[in-house]
């Protein structure tokens, strides 16, 4: 079972701030997903990042793709109240399989 | 756009019953999935299929069936409820695959008491 480790579990920001969310894997993996889940709901794709070394922007946040393909980071710039949520990244391998991360829990403080 | 539906929302079980979690979707995806959220533990996965008549084990498939007779419905059955499978379950399906994103339905919280 390939073990996706994220950190931190939890983050609690003041509004404004900027923060960074890791996923790090011993294991390789053929592209990396980023979810993001509210309360009583399934998760949402936010990004697929697929090629060592690449950089994703959606808005405010930033998605890199270790250049070994075995971890990946979530950056947000001037966090707000609504980007509070657990964030979950999935790595894929060859088998059809996507292994999910424990996740990161982040409140955003107005 | 209705995406993955998952019925019920909540249901409390008695150990030994059995019952089935249901789930369609209306994007033609060929893949489905099945997983569990347990708090801490991340997603774990049931039992996929990747097409009608097609369905095969995950990490987790023990205590668990499922069928796939419709590109659209992918029950996931429990027989002989037990504690263990307290938790949240959420169907997923793919058109592609498991390299490119999942949409998930809204889940069902089962406890069994």
């Known amino acids: 079972t390939q073990l996706l480790e994220q950190s931190p579990q939890f983050l609690s920001i003041q509004e404004g701030e900027n923060l960074t969310v890791y996923c790090n894997s011993s294991?390789?993996?053929?592209?990396l997903q980023w979810y993001r889940q509210e309360p009583g709901e399934g998760p949402v794709l936010l990004v697929t990042v697929v090629t060592g070394g690449e950089v994703k922007k959606l808005k405010r946040l930033t998605f890199q793709f270790g250049d070994a393909r075995k971890d990946s980071s979530l950056h947000i710039t001037a966090a707000q109240p609504g980007d509070t949520g657990l964030y979950l990244c999935a790595g894929a391998t060859g088998a059809n399989n996507l292994f999910f991360g424990t996740g990161t829990r982040l409140t955003v403080i107005p | 756009n209705a995406g993955v539906t998952q019925t019920p929302k909540f249901r409390i079980l008695k150990i030994g019953q059995s019952m089935t979690l249901q789930c369609t979707q209306d994007m033609n995806h060929n893949y489905m999935y099945w997983y569990r959220q347990d708090p801490g533990m991340g997603l774990k996965l049931i039992y996929y299929s990747v097409g009608a008549g097609i369905t095969d084990k995950g990490e987790v498939p023990n205590g668990y069936n499922v069928s796939r007779s419709t590109t659209e419905d992918f029950p996931l059955r429990l027989e002989l409820a037990a504690p263990s499978q307290t938790s949240v379950y959420f169907c997923?399906?793919?058109?592609?695959?498991?390299?490119?994103?999942?949409?998930f339905g809204s889940g069902t919280r089962l406890t069994v008491v």
């Open positions: 294991s390789v993996f053929s592209s």
């Open positions: 997923a399906s793919s058109f592609t695959g498991q390299g490119h994103g999942y949409t």
